[in-house]
């Protein structure tokens, strides 16, 4: 350390440093990081998380040391004005070229990400589709309306119901639309988040990885009730699944003919008209 000068000192001292934060992080941070892995979807984007917390830790190990070595070794210990700062070409080209690399990776890092598919809706014509091996996706619309979200299973059986199970293991194709005012279809714990604009069909796709029950709510200001519009969905065995499908066509089998045919969006007739 002795034979280095002030940079190279700094630059030791912060690639120790970060070494040692990094690691932590990664150990004992990084696997609790939001959203989680219910989903491969979810996953994707708790790895994101981790890579820009290992990123920011780098960087602030980077600052921290800089200043914490100015403040000690820089010090003006008398009364008088510092020496005068020329400046230090070595310094200023390993800062600019570091940031820009950094800048760089995340842009890439993240476009690809979001190319991948990143649990968000994509619109009536998704620009990525995720590839599908077995079984092709099901589809699930979501309704949403003040305030509540319904769910129609139009491969299923084409009937609608106030509860989603979804099966484990199995891409799904959800069409999100309202029938009302603009809503948000978010499911934290499957890194799902798409929003219900009236007259517009909003494709996301997911596919669960854990079963178990998911916590669901509506993300956008919706009106007076607008903080009483959640509920909880299940996801499930394929068995179970199948099951529930049986059981759940024949609870609502009596209202089912009165469903409007199937379409990506809905118009409904007002309740009244003014005049």
């Keep these: ?30 696997p609790h990081l939001p959203p989680g892995s219910g989903s ?23 600052v921290f040391t800089y200043l914490g070595y100015a403040l000690i070794a820089f010090r003006e210990r008398g009364d008088s004005d510092g020496p005068p700062i020329r400046g230090n070409g070595r310094a200023q080209t390993i800062w600019v070229v570091g940031t820009t690399v950094i800048v760089l990776f995340l842009a890439a890092f993240g476009t690809y990400q979001l190319l991948g598919g ?31 979200f319904t769910y129609r299973y139009p491969t299923e059986g ?6 989603l199970v979804l099966p484990v293991d199995r891409q799904i194709e959800l069409h999100v639309t309202s029938l009302d005012v603009i809503h948000s279809f978010w499911v934290p714990a499957l890194g799902l988040k798409a ?7 909003n494709i996301a796709y997911v596919t ?38 049986a059981s759940e066509r024949r609870f609502v089998a009596p209202v089912t003919h009165y469903l409007p045919a199937y379409s990506t969006t809905y118009l409904p007739d007002p309740s009244f008209r003014a005049g």
């Design 195 to 201: 929003d219900a604009n009236p007259g517009a069909d």
């Design 118 to 148: 990143a649990g968000g809706g994509q619109g009536a014509e998704p620009v990525f589709v995720p590839a599908h091996s077995g079984q092709s996706p099901l589809q699930v619309q979501v309704i949403a309306q003040q305030w509540q």
């Design 40 to 62: 491969k979807e979810a996953a994707g984007q708790q790895l994101d998380n981790e890579v820009l917390t290992l990123v920011s830790v780098f960087v602030v190990a980077g």
């Design 158 to 163: 084409d009937f609608e119901s106030a509860h």
């Design 208 to 245: 669960p990885e854990k079963l178990g029950n998911v916590q669901i709510h509506c993300a956008e200001l919706c009106g007076l009730f607008h903080g009483y519009m959640f509920g909880s969905g299940s996801i499930v065995t394929p068995s179970a699944f199948a099951s529930w499908v």
């Design 1 to 30: 350390m002795r034979r280095l000068g002030p940079l190279g000192r700094i630059l030791v001292v912060w690639l120790v440093t970060s070494a040692i934060a990094m690691t932590l992080v990664a150990v004992f941070l990084a």
